[in-house]
């Protein structure tokens, strides 16, 4: 019989309990700062097509194993703080509601088929998709709220949901856990196509 989980599967979500008890302590410290970075924080976690996208990334990464299941996670957030600058600045991006929606598509589907591409197509097909969920992020900036902080924060929540993606994405050492990892993508690359056809 397979071995019960490790040490180091708990240690994602070990984690991801610590960190979610960062907007708390912040809310004790300066309020401009404080109140920035809970409301980005708290944005990724309030659009179900951003938090099933990112949770996908943290679930493909898993598939993929070392040293994808951190790279992509790592590649995700940088790049889309950037595409959080574009919104910030009003930079225009087209199709940016049709493009995150799409993610979860891709993404989702990635982990079905459970996809092994090189790691560097990985990587520029999950970077392409973080562009829009950053510009969607920069572009709903609060009015009188720190950019620096409100980014902090929506970068902070992309990774913990990257986290969540992987703790349970870790269940693919098991093969019942291959089938609820697949399983997981396929409902994230239907709510995908719902966001898409709600766009129509």
Do not use: K
């Not at 944005?43 to 790279?71: E, Y």
């Not at 996670?73 to 493009?99: D, K």
Request: glycine share 14%; charged share 5%.
């Amino acid at each position: 019989m397979p071995n019960p989980p490790s040490a180091h599967a708990v240690r994602p979500w070990l984690a991801l309990a610590l960190l979610a008890l960062a907007p708390v302590a912040l809310a004790h410290t300066e309020t401009g700062a404080a109140s920035g970075f809970v409301t980005g924080f708290l944005h990724p976690l309030s659009g179900p097509d951003h938090l099933i996208a990112m949770v996908a990334v943290g679930l493909w990464g898993a598939f993929l194993g070392a040293p994808a299941i951190w790279q992509l996670p790592v590649v995700f957030p940088v790049v889309m703080a950037f595409g959080g600058v574009l919104g910030i600045l009003g930079v225009p991006v087209p199709f940016v509601e049709p493009g995150i929606a799409l993610s979860a598509v891709v993404l989702g589907a990635m982990v079905v088929m459970t996809a092994r591409p090189a790691l560097w197509i990985a990587a520029l097909l999950v970077g392409g998709f973080a562009v829009f969920h950053g510009f969607a992020h920069g572009a709903e900036l609060p009015h009188a709220v720190s950019p620096l902080a409100y980014s902090a924060g929506f970068v902070a929540a992309t990774g913990l949901l990257h986290l969540a993606g992987i703790g349970f994405g870790m269940l693919v050492r098991w093969p019942a856990g291959v089938v609820a990892v697949r399983a997981l993508g396929g409902l994230i690359s239907l709510g995908g196509c719902l966001f898409l056809l709600r766009l129509v």
